[in-house]
T-cell receptor, first 111, second 112 residues
């Protein structure tokens, strides 16, 4: 299994641009999550999904959108990027209450 | 509001020494607590998962304890190695399993 994969690894955006961070898992996990981690800080939950077609807001959802059309994929969309969205973004998946498996992260800089 | 606080924020120890990291949590309704290790530039990797009925769980040189009464957990690392240098993150999970509360982490540096 490849586990949880994320693309791209790095990205620089200009203020106001949009982009989609891709996340895929091949473990048939129902639960998928998006987190952001600011330097020296803990992870904050942006959005999560408990299954295809179902998404819910986490702690810091503003400025982001998600969709979950398949079990495998959980893309995160940034519209109108702002400097405050400069962060490292981690996608994770789990089977219900089991442990979460994290992807390698996407480092995003908005200038 | 759910909270997880970790101490110390950072720690430097010599290779071969032991150390203990602390975690205080307020998560309701509480299901389980997890410790993750995060190497620089990588995603977190699970070390242990502890339910409220478990007091101690070991994973190699890592031993986690949980006191559900005081809502405290600790992670003890024995005979530290240079590869233990990482951030250690404590996470409280609610009983639906869909809301995780992350601590700020303890950054451990093991020096030769």
């Amino acid at each position: 299994n490849a586990g949880v994969t994320q693309t791209p690894k790095f990205r620089i955006l200009k203020i106001g641009q949009s982009m989609t961070l891709q996340c895929a898992q091949d473990m048939n996990h129902n639960y998928m999550y998006w987190y952001r981690q600011d330097p020296g800080m803990g992870l904050k939950l942006i959005y999560y999904s408990v299954g295809a077609g179902i998404t819910d807001k986490g702690e810091v959802p503003n400025g982001y959108n998600v969709s979950r059309s398949t079990t495998e994929d959980f893309p995160l969309r940034l519209e109108l990027a702002a400097p405050s969205q400069t962060s490292v973004y981690f996608c994770a998946s789990s089977a219900f209450t089991r442990e979460q498996y994290f992807g390698p992260g996407t480092r995003l800089t908005v200038t | 509001k759910n909270q997880v606080e970790q101490s110390p924020q950072s720690l430097i120890i010599l290779e071969g020494k032991n150390c203990t990291l602390q975690c205080n949590y307020t998560v309701s309704p509480f299901s389980n607590l997890r410790w993750y290790k995060q190497d620089t530039g990588r995603g977190p990797v699970s070390l242990t998962i502890m339910t409220f009925s478990e007091n101690t769980k070991s994973n190699g040189r890592y031993t986690a304890t949980l006191d559900a009464d005081t809502k405290q957990s600790s992670l003890h690392i024995t005979a530290s190695q240079l590869s233990d240098s990482a951030s250690y993150i404590c996470v409280g999970i609610n009983n639906a399993g869909n809301m995780l509360t992350f601590g700020g982490g303890t950054r451990l540096m093991v020096k030769p």
